[in-house]
């Protein structure tokens, strides 16, 4: 598990990568443990169905309250930072409709209203972005996706710096929604074609476009 977050902390830039038992195990663990009481946080409205059920409904129940803006309507996002806000959620690419941010304008949003911001990287995959380098502070994957690559396992990961993913690591081992080795080996040799595959994927889809 170790050696499989070393390499997606390689592959994002990150200072450090965190392994999960599925995406959703990641998204969930994140944000109860970013997420207090009383807090608040932003989400686009293109999100994956179960983050955004999750964020809407499921964070209610603990006073945590979300506001959903427009995909790419900045101003109403800005707009919506309240002094609660202690989260700015997105994915980017979005699933489905491919729908990209522009991810250093979020990240000056972010750091202008000391919001931190979370990007859901899962379509993009560290070929052919690494939100970190444009000022994200979190990104995550459902590894169950491109990163694994095979179509035979579930993972999820998040990366970011140390001291958040020190923090993450205590939580998740609390909640307990962890990685197991054997996952993790087949998450490493998903990795190792994961360039050869993102790249031959890029080529033909602009061939089809
Ligand atoms: C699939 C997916 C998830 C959930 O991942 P699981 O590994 O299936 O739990 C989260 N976000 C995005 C963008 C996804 O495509």
Redesign the pocket.
């Known amino acids: 598990v170790s050696a499989v977050e070393a390499k997606l902390a390689t592959l994002e830039g990150a200072e450090e990568a965190l392994l999960f038992a599925?995406?959703?195990?990641a998204?969930t663990t994140v944000l109860l443990s970013l997420l207090s009481s009383g807090t608040h946080l932003v989400i686009t409205d293109d999100a994956?169905r179960?983050?955004r059920q999750f964020c809407l409904n499921f964070l209610k129940r603990f006073a945590i309250e979300a506001t959903v803006v427009p995909m790419g309507d900045y101003a109403g996002l800005e707009a919506a930072i309240r002094p609660t806000t202690r989260l700015i959620v997105s994915?980017s690419p979005t699933?489905p409709y491919l729908r990209v941010l522009d991810l250093p304008r979020l990240a000056d949003i972010g750091r202008r209203h000391q919001v931190k911001t979370l990007i859901?990287s899962?379509?993009g995959t560290p070929i052919n972005q690494r939100p970190l380098n444009q000022g994200i502070d979190l990104v995550i994957h459902?590894?169950?996706?491109y990163l694994g690559g095979h179509n035979d396992l579930?993972?999820?990961v998040v990366c970011g710096n140390g001291a958040l993913m020190a923090h993450l690591r205590q939580q998740l081992w609390m909640l307990g929604a962890v990685c197991d080795p054997h996952n993790a080996f087949l998450l490493g040799r998903g990795l190792k074609t994961l360039a050869l595959r993102v790249n031959r994927q890029n080529e033909n889809g602009l061939r089809v476009a």
């Open positions: 599925s995406g959703m195990a998204v994956y179960r983050t994915e699933n859901d899962t379509f459902s590894a169950t996706k579930l993972a999820g």
